[in-house]
């Protein structure tokens, strides 16, 4: 099993910044994917970023340039960082924390409780 714990969010003023961070624990040994999801206008949960174990970070089209994902990982924990700069109003939503095992260990997907990020002058 993988824990993962959120920190972060907040209020900021447009053209502000923020970063998120989430630990892993537990078997993060088992960690292939981590990365950090945001609720859509349409209540789905849509891509914001992601990095994979020894891999470059992939990003959606309406954060890039803005955001960057890092990633911090031993044996015992593993921490995904994103950093969120120049934020707009529609940036405005609930940010969870997603993690998935290598196929090899079975793939499971875990999720963070989610953090809120509002935006607004």
């Known amino acids: 099993q993988v824990q993962l714990v959120e920190s972060g969010g907040g209020s900021v003023q447009p053209g502000g910044s923020l970063r998120l961070a989430c630990a892993a624990s537990?078997?993060?040994?088992?960690?292939?994917?981590m990365g950090w999801y945001r609720q859509s206008p349409r209540n789905e949960r849509v891509l914001v970023a992601e990095?994979?174990?020894?891999?470059?970070?992939?990003?959606a089209d309406s954060v890039k340039g803005r955001f960057t994902i890092s990633r911090d990982n031993d044996n015992a924990k593993d921490t995904v960082y994103l950093q969120m700069n120049s934020l707009k109003p529609e940036d405005t939503t609930v940010y969870y924390c997603?993690?998935?095992?290598?196929?090899?260990?079975?793939?499971?997907?875990?999720w963070g409780r989610g953090t809120l990020v509002t935006v607004s002058s």
């Open positions: 997603y993690a998935r095992e290598f196929q090899a260990f079975g793939g499971k997907e875990y």
């Open positions: 537990g078997s993060v040994i088992r960690v292939n994917v």
């Open positions: 990095i994979p174990a020894g891999a470059g970070p992939n990003y």
